[in-house]
């Protein structure tokens, strides 16, 4: 009679896998990509550049208002628009918002 070999996972184990299951990332079909100057950029990549640009316009823009002595907590209401702006690029990049 052939040797049974059971595999044993420890619950640490069995968690680490149930858990790691939503994060599996993209369709099979990879993820959404452009190609730029004969290169393929990931949308990611192409949206977080995006969101720099618009964070740095928005800083930009208040200096150049002067702005800058009335709106309280700069650096993170910079960094809040560039991350809505790298968010809508992503949405308009992958179809989302039409």
């Given at each position: 009679?052939?040797?049974?070999?059971?595999?044993?996972?420890?619950?640490?184990?069995?968690?680490?896998?149930?858990?790691?299951?939503?994060?599996q990332?993209?369709?099979?079909?990879?993820?959404?990509?452009?190609?730029?100057?004969?290169?393929?950029?990931?949308?990611?990549?192409?949206s977080?550049?995006?969101?720099?640009?618009?964070?740095?316009?928005?800083?930009?823009?208040?200096?150049a208002?002067?702005?800058?002595?009335?709106?309280?907590?700069q650096?993170?209401?910079?960094?809040?628009i560039g991350?809505?702006v790298?968010?809508?690029?992503?949405?308009?990049?992958?179809?989302?918002?039409?």
């Amino acid at each position: 009679m052939a040797d049974e070999t059971k595999l044993h996972l420890s619950p640490c184990t069995l968690l680490t896998l149930a858990l790691s299951v939503p994060l599996q990332g993209c369709a099979f079909s990879g993820a959404p990509s452009y190609e730029i100057f004969g290169a393929y950029f990931p949308l990611w990549l192409l949206s977080a550049l995006i969101g720099m640009v618009g964070a740095l316009a928005a800083h930009r823009l208040f200096v150049a208002r002067g702005w800058v002595n009335t709106v309280p907590y700069q650096l993170s209401v910079c960094t809040a628009i560039g991350l809505l702006v790298a968010v809508l690029a992503w949405l308009l990049g992958t179809g989302q918002i039409q």
